[in-house]
């Protein structure tokens, strides 16, 4: 495989373990929402307390990061 191929692989890597956090981080998202919700009943905020838990809590979260990055970050 010649180098530009390498590099194609990789990021193909990169992009797809990205995308699988974005994905975590809008579920727990939307059960943040769910809980917040005033017409959302007890039990229905009890399943989204659990599900937030079980993707790994508030850490997972793009919100909840203690230093959130960025792509034109220069701290790093």
Do not use: C, F, W
Not at 61 to 66: C, I, K, R
């Amino acid at each position: 495989m010649d180098s530009a191929g390498a590099k194609s692989a990789m990021s193909q890597d990169m992009q797809n373990i990205t995308q699988g956090r974005e994905d975590i981080s809008h579920k727990v998202q939307g059960h943040k929402a769910n809980l917040s919700n005033p017409n959302t009943s007890e039990k229905s905020k009890e399943e989204s307390r659990q599900a937030i838990k079980d993707l790994g809590g508030d850490a997972v979260h793009y919100g909840g990061e203690d230093q959130p990055t960025s792509k034109t970050s220069t701290l790093r």
